[in-house]
Each structure stands twice: as C-alpha cells, then as structure tokens.
C-alpha cells in the first residue's frame, strides 16, 4: 500500500483566516514533504521533515507553518495568505530521506484564497 | 547547475500510435530518476524508478529506460485513458534531503 491521504479536498479561505492542512500516512515511512503547484507548473518543494524534525524550509514565507506531529502526520497551518498562494498543495513521503528514495504523493488539497 | 528539461511539451497521439517522450538530465551525481505520472487537479501517481544507466522498468504499456543523459518513457499502443501530464524527476548526490528536480511535464493527449 503506497497510500497518502489528504484533507480536506478543497479549501477556500479569506486573507485573515486561519485554516490548516492534514497529511497521513501509514506505509511507516520517516520522511515527509510538502509541495506548492500551480497549474501547468511542476510541483515546488516548501518543507521536508525527517523523523519529525523540519529538515529543509526552502525560504517559504511564515505565513506558512508546517507541523509533524508524529511519524505518520503532518500538518500546513495557513495564516494571512495571499491570493497569489492559491495553487494545490501536495504532501509525499518516502522511505527515508536519502537519495534515491521514492516519494509517493497524496492527492492534493486545492486552495483558493480570497 | 542542475537541470531537467522533457520534451515535447504536448503530445497528441491516436489510440494504438506508439510514441515516446523524453527527459534529458545534467546532474552531477545521479542518484535517481523517477517517472511520475499526474491527472488535472490530482497528486503525481508513482510509475518508475531508475537509478543506474542501461536500466530498464515496464508497467502495461509503459517501458522507462536510463542512459547517462537522459531517460524515455516509451508508451506502446496508448489508450485514451493514457492521457494525463507526464513528470520527469532528479535527485542528486548533493541535493540536501532528497529534493527532486522536475521537468515541466509532458502533457500528453491519447484520441480514440
């Protein structure tokens, strides 16, 4: 089973909300990823956690604010953002976060802020 | 610099009208290179992992192969239910973490 859930689907959020994203997996895997995608672009990486600590932050604006809560969660917090953040966002996992490790992508959550 | 380009960015095909797209790499230090296979609105679905020049990986109608420069994924006789954006992905030796880098997709379209 290579399954990685997501919720919720779809969110739409003004500028001052606050809202949160919520990745699982149950595969056993020690490394999490959250992604940015606008359409027709590939996936951006935003944030890596290994074994439950934020490993890479690619200069992603606070306004974003990841959460691991344990080794099979993971959470975006969302505060104040701008329309321009509107894309889909995807978390991954992987076995490990070496080289050569596949990540196995969730479905998505479509965010629309207003 | 690190770098995935694929080619071509649209591919319209006949059902049965086999074809291939390509993506062509300069990383130093490839540590792997992963076929990801992306429907409108969805996440990546997994199809391939290759990790050394001369491998080969097959799925139904899909076949990725690996040479120093770049990797095809060769479609054989697609179906309409083939068409969906096709991801080419990186790792380097030196990338922290794992990180991939992405080609900008193959949008491939199968009429029947």
């Known amino acids: 089973d290579t399954e990685v859930t997501q919720t919720p689907k779809h969110l739409v959020m003004g500028m001052t909300n606050k809202k949160s994203l919520k990745c699982e997996q149950h595969?056993?895997?020690?490394?999490m990823y959250w992604y940015k995608q606008k359409a027709k672009k590939p996936p951006e990486l935003m944030f890596v956690?290994?074994?439950?600590?934020?490993?890479i932050n690619e200069s992603v604006p606070s306004r974003f604010s990841p959460e691991c809560p344990n080794s099979s969660l993971l959470n975006l917090h969302l505060h104040a953002l701008q329309p321009e953040d509107s894309a889909l966002y995807l978390c991954?996992?992987?076995?490990?976060?070496?080289?050569?490790?596949?990540?196995?992508f969730g479905p998505g959550t479509r965010l629309l802020v207003l | 610099e690190d770098q995935v380009t694929q080619s071509p960015e649209a591919l319209r095909l006949q059902e049965g009208e086999s074809s291939s797209l390509n993506c062509s790499y300069t990383?130093?230090?490839?540590?792997?290179l992963f076929w990801y296979r992306q429907d409108p609105g969805k996440g990546p679905e997994f199809l391939f992992t290759l990790y050394s020049a001369g491998e080969e990986k097959e799925k139904e109608r899909l076949k990725a192969t690996l040479t120093k420069k770049e990797s095809f994924l060769h479609i054989t006789a697609p179906k309409p239910e083939d068409s969906a954006t096709y991801l080419c992905a990186v790792q380097a030796a030196h990338n922290q973490g794992g990180k991939l880098i992405f080609g900008q997709g193959t949008e491939l379209s199968v009429k029947p």
């Open positions: 990383v130093s230090g490839l540590r792997g």
């Open positions: 595969m056993g895997h020690r490394a």
């Open positions: 991954a996992s992987s076995q490990g976060q070496g080289a050569g490790e596949t990540q196995y």
């Open positions: 956690y290994s074994y439950e600590k934020l490993s």
